[in-house]
């Protein structure tokens, strides 16, 4: 599936700020979920907060740089983040974390502790990308 032209908004840099408050949050939740919830509910929810914290992210990314937003279908939110400059290696971890997202959320797939510490390494990888940006702005 390749993006269209209306799979973006126009934003600003508030709207950034505020992506990068969701990202932060969501991925605070994640880890508070993965520590104090063991079970494979735990671990599921975590991976989908890690999920939704790489989007955000991914969004306050796209709106520092480049004064866009993906509102299009999650699983290729990516192919926005690969026109940021320097973004290669978090589109990659956006794309491998979105991809499993529908899975853990609605299809019942159990995640196990090494799919979610890897999957938090990823939101890990796209909110520091995402905060590099912010600051040189």
Excluded at 35 to 44: E, L, Q, S, T, V
Excluded at 54 to 76: R, V
């Amino acid at each position: 599936m390749s993006p269209r032209g209306t799979d973006t908004r126009d934003v600003d840099n508030s709207f950034a700020r505020a992506r990068m408050e969701d990202a932060r949050a969501f991925r605070l939740q994640a880890a508070i979920t993965a520590d104090r919830i063991g079970a494979a509910a735990g671990r599921k929810a975590a991976a989908s907060s890690a999920a939704l914290a790489a989007i955000a992210a991914a969004d306050a990314a796209c709106a520092a740089a480049l004064g866009l937003a993906w509102k299009g279908e999650h699983t290729q939110g990516h192919t926005l983040l690969r026109r940021v400059n320097g973004s290669a290696e978090a589109a990659a971890a956006l794309q491998r974390l979105v991809g499993s997202k529908t899975s853990w959320q609605y299809l019942q797939q159990p995640v196990s502790e090494a799919s979610l510490a890897k999957a938090l390494r990823q939101a890990d990888k796209i909110i520091e990308f995402a905060e590099k940006l912010l600051r040189s702005r």
